[in-house]
């Protein structure tokens, strides 16, 4: 380059006299540390980049609103990438069939034997914080999403969250959803009154619906999704086997009519 710039002559001319020169161990070292700092540029400009591209959520609607909400659930959304953990097979093909439609790749699964709990997990940096972006985004516009939209949310908080407490020996029927975050919660009752369901917040991390009209709004707006089930190996079960909750809560409203 210098040659050329002082003798004025074409770079691919100058080459041709001067390939066979050897360059001084000086040159040698300038210009390996122009490569490092090339190099360095590079890297720096690609730090938290991944060549796994994904698909980008343009527009919210009941499907990848339901995904968002299943990892913020029973998931991690976090700077490595995203995680969903269950015991229903249901509900994990559910969260990986969607997850398919924005990634193509296939997530790395682990199972544990002592809980019974699978785990489908997405390691991609560049995914992991842009679904951050999207999950601040969704908590600030759900109240304004359409229905059809926001009964996606609720559902899956409650096939994630929820389960429904019938006793019939102390005539208790209640739907209940857990999570540490008020915030959450009172997003959640927000969503519930838009259907005409009444619930409380009860500290200090659960949302409570009682009483049969709110239970029949539920099943009839909301509902369970089908194979969702309590898990009845708990010490505390009160049914002591594996029941759907849209089962219990069938029964729950049914017992109302014998009252």
């Known amino acids: 380059m210098e040659i ?33 700092q090339h190099l360095l540029r590079v890297a720096r400009s690609r730090k938290g980049k991944s060549i ?20 913020l659930f029973d998931g991690e959304i976090k ?9 229903n097979k249901i509900l994990l093909k559910k969260v990986e069939v969607s997850m398919k439609k924005m990634y193509r790749f296939s997530p790395t699964r682990y199972y544990n034997p002592n809980t ?40 899956a908080f409650f096939d994630d969250e929820g389960c429904i407490d019938f006793r019939p020996k102390t005539n208790s029927r209640r739907i209940r959803g857990y999570q540490k975050d008020i915030a959450i919660l009172e997003h959640v009752s927000q969503a519930l009154r838009n259907f005409g369901i009444t619930s409380r917040i009860q500290k200090p991390n659960e949302v409570v619906i009682t009483g049969r009209n709110n239970l029949i ?11 969702v089930y309590i898990n009845g190996n708990r010490s505390n079960s009160i049914w002591k086997k594996h029941l759907e909750k849209r089962e219990i809560l069938a029964r729950a409203i049914h017992s109302y009519i014998k009252v």
């Open 52 to 71: 796994r591209e994904f698909k980008k959520i343009y527009r919210w609607n009941p499907e990848n609103v339901s995904l968002v909400a299943h990892l």
């Open 79 to 87: 700077r490595s990438g995203c995680v969903y953990n269950n015991r």
């Open 116 to 155: 019974g709990v699978s785990r489908i997990s997405y390691f991609n940096v560049a995914l992991g914080n842009y679904m951050e972006q999207k999950a601040k985004e969704l908590w600030q516009c759900l109240g304004e999403l359409p229905l059809e939209t926001k009964r996606s949310f609720l559902r």
């Open 217 to 227: 709004m539920f099943q009839k707006e909301i509902g369970f999704t089908a194979g």
């Open 4 to 36: 050329a710039r002082i003798t004025g002559r074409p770079k691919s001319s100058v080459y041709f006299h001067i390939r066979n020169i050897p360059l001084s161990p000086r040159k040698y070292q300038k210009i390996h540390a122009l490569n490092i």
